[in-house]
């Protein structure tokens, strides 16, 4: 394994090619295609959450009978009748546990048995998507899973306006082993928790935000790439290393679009984040059709593209009231 020190200086090498990089490739805008796609649906499929549900412990033999269950064709014949254009899926988050193999994170931890999948459920979810002509994006936290003080020790993690740039290069190894792993079958990644990116992302010297984005597109210079800020309802782009701004936001009636132009802003393709549940990833419905439909249909207008989170289940798919929903959303925007 390199050391940290052999790692810096080729990221200081590396960085003036890194920094190069420009939404435009070949012409076209990277997020050209999210713009057609028009609208999407996100799940959560977290271990910790459905430990809560099931109300049983989370382990790694658990966990793996739990993604070798997963309906990859289900879920995708789901995704393609409501007529979604992409699909955002969970890595991981908070607990450590990750739904596909990382042999890179597996060395820098040391957690046995690891919390990494077995099966690359991923790379399954994504050519079943493909198959159907959807899109796969996939979504992961800009730090350490924050549930697992073994892995955030391991991986030199320290929590708020820290630089850490040992974490960071350890983190963009991570990334760039599932990306290359992946390679043109995802189209894109969310970073999520981006909350002190002058501190972080913006030192000339790597890592940073070019060395970020660079990493995540190892397998696919084509990925498309968001860093989230929290939420934030004035929507804007943290860096020019970004193809389609985060979005996140919990009150979808306060969406404000108005310095939007031609569908973007400040050069990244406009992009809204929310959920449908009562919370990100569970309860009932909290709105109805015409509510949902009616956000949509002002985000469209406007040239940009809305992301509707929804609870999953246990098995993969994603239950009815909500597939009503969302089935609602692709009948009035797919017939603009």
């Known amino acids: 394994m390199m050391q940290l020190s052999s790692l810096r200086r080729w990221f200081v090498v590396f960085g003036g090619m890194v920094l190069l990089l420009s939404p435009i490739v070949h012409g076209q805008h990277r ?8 609208w999407g649906v996100m799940t959560h499929y977290l271990a910790d959450w459905r430990a809560r549900v099931d109300g049983k412990p989370m382990s790694s033999e658990i966990w793996n009978e739990m993604i070798d269950q997963f309906d990859v ?3 995708a014949g789901e995704l393609a009748s409501v007529g979604a254009g992409y699909y955002i899926l969970t890595i991981g988050q908070n607990s450590g546990y990750y739904l596909s193999p990382n042999a890179t994170y597996d060395r820098f931890v040391g957690i ?11 790379l399954d979810i994504a050519r079943a998507l493909n198959k159907r002509n959807i899109k796969l994006v996939v979504y992961l936290p800009s730090g350490a899973p924050a549930g697992d003080s073994l892995a955030r020790k391991a991986l030199d993690w320290r929590n708020g306006a820290d630089r850490n ?25 969310w970073f999520d928790g981006c909350y002190w990116p002058n501190t972080m992302y913006r030192p000339t010297e790597p890592p940073n935000f070019a060395s970020f984005a660079e990493a995540a597109r190892a397998g696919n210079p ?8 929290g939420v934030v309802y004035r929507l804007l782009s943290v860096t020019p290393h970004e193809d389609y701004t985060a979005g996140e ?18 050069g990244a393709q406009l992009h809204i984040l929310s959920y449908l549940g009562e919370k990100w990833g569970m309860g009932a419905p909290r709105f109805t059709a015409e509510q949902i439909i009616g956000w949509s249909t002002l985000v469209a207008k406007e040239g940009g593209v809305i992301t509707w989170d ?10 009815q009231p909500f597939l009503d929903q969302l089935a609602a959303v692709g009948k009035a925007l797919n017939k603009r």
């Open 165 to 189: 740039n040992d974490f960071q290069i350890k983190w963009e190894q991570i990334i760039r082993e599932w990306s290359l792993r992946w390679g043109e079958n995802i189209a894109g990644w």
């Open 31 to 38: 997020a050209d295609w999210l713009k057609s796609a028009g």
């Open 112 to 122: 046995r048995p690891g919390k990494c999948s077995k099966r690359d459920l991923v």
């Open 310 to 319: 929804v609870p999953i289940q246990r098995n993969g798919l994603i239950a």
């Open 249 to 266: 936001i919990d009150l979808p009636d306060r969406i404000s679009i108005r310095r939007a132009s031609g569908g973007q802003i400040d």
């Open 222 to 229: 084509a990925n498309i790439v968001a860093f989230n800020p």
């Open 73 to 75: 064709d289900g879920l």
